[in-house]
């Protein structure tokens, strides 16, 4: 492949109304779409959207290394994922643009070679994906309603935003889930809100709701091998399933949390992992040791959240992922070509 041209342009996407997590307030978010052309004019497109937020580089820093950025790539076609995670190694500090990069190169061999990115990568895809249904911090009565009106456009699985600074008002909200949603999946995401005593107690108290895990209960700051272990002390006391999501940011991370089974479900975030390839090589680790995979959006355009809907579609259970983002948009940057229609995804 001869690529000629890289451009990139910044985006901007505009919540509805803000969406609130114990991290605070999310009321828009913004990224670059890059383009990759070759000599023969066919351009492959991919969307860097950084979310420091969430454990990604910085906007500015994306910004400045695409200023300044000369790509030299020599891409075997032969051995696309490792050709292809040596030439962009240079870019691993720095997720979302990886991502970026990644995904308008695998979109232009995709169209150089008239094969969809699942055929490059010689994986196979499911045709419907199940998707959960969220909620972030609202009020008892908005829960409820929130959750009356996820049931009934089709969704089987709820995920509830908790780790408000007091924890009755989580509790509160939990208790209004579970009897508004029936017999429905409950997901629970605390965005590290806990610290370990804290994350034991709560998970007691939460233990009789049925809930099918509880997503970063933990603090992501804590230096790696302390943060494992208290992933493990948590998983031990608790009968509620762990799951990890802030505390992997590269695949070292995940490969050490898979290696020690610190979690029990991985959440993985392609734009936060760097890119589908090392997704991938998360995913196949995690099956190799038994454990579950959940793939899910970080509230970038639709461009970039095919991505994860082509990440999710390799995953072989029949798993909920997160995937119903597009609908907090006023606008996103082209049509969703994988809208969610009765808490699913068709491929």
């Known amino acids: 492949m001869n690529i000629i041209k890289l451009i990139y342009a910044p985006y901007f996407l505009n919540f509805k109304k803000p969406f609130l997590t114990s991290k605070g307030k999310i009321d828009k978010r913004k990224g670059f779409i890059i383009n990759l052309k070759n000599s023969t ?9 950084p979310f420091p937020e969430f454990g990604s580089e910085s906007y500015e820093q994306a910004e400045e290394a695409l200023s300044n950025l000369k790509l030299q790539l ?14 962009l190694f240079q870019f691993n500090n720095l997720p979302a643009l990886r991502h970026g990069l990644e995904q308008a190169l695998l979109d232009l061999i995709s169209k150089e070679k008239s094969l969809p990115i699942s055929g490059l990568l010689k994986r196979k895809n499911r045709d419907e994906i199940n998707v959960n249904g969220l909620i972030d911090f609202q009020s008892f009565d908005e829960t409820v309603k929130a959750a009356s009106e996820l049931k009934a ?10 780790g408000r600074d007091n924890f009755d008002e989580d509790f509160m909200c939990i ?11 409950i997901r629970i995401d605390v965005n590290g809100k806990w610290n370990l005593d804290q994350a034991k107690r709560n998970l007691k ?6 809930i099918e895990y509880i997503e970063q209960p933990l603090s992501s700051q804590l230096k790696s091998e302390k943060l494992i272990n208290e992933f493990i002390e948590l998983k031990k006391s608790s009968s509620i399933p762990i799951a990890v999501d802030e505390s992997l940011r590269t695949k070292n991370d ?8 610190a979690a029990d479900v991985f959440i993985l975030k392609p734009m936060m992992l760097g890119g589908l390839i090392p997704t991938l090589e998360i995913t196949d680790a995690a099956y190799e040791n038994g454990l579950k995979i959940v793939i899910s959006s970080s509230f970038e355009s639709a461009i970039g959240r095919s991505f994860a809907v082509l990440a999710a579609s390799t995953v072989t259970d029949e798993t909920a992922h997160g995937l119903n983002t597009a609908v907090y948009f006023e606008k996103d940057l082209i049509p969703d070509h994988y809208p969610v229609k009765n808490g699913k995804i068709s491929i």
């Open 74 to 87: 020599k891409i075997d076609l032969d051995n696309i994922e490792e050709s292809i995670s040596a030439n």
């Open 175 to 185: 208790e209004a889930l579970r009897d508004a949603a029936g017999d429905l999946n």
């Open 254 to 261: 995940a490969l050490n949390f898979i290696s020690n089974k």
């Open 153 to 162: 456009n089709g969704f089987k699985t709820i995920k509830i935003k908790a």
């Open 205 to 210: 108290l939460l233990e009789k709701f049925n």
């Open 41 to 49: 004019g066919l351009t492959g497109v991919g969307d860097a959207s």
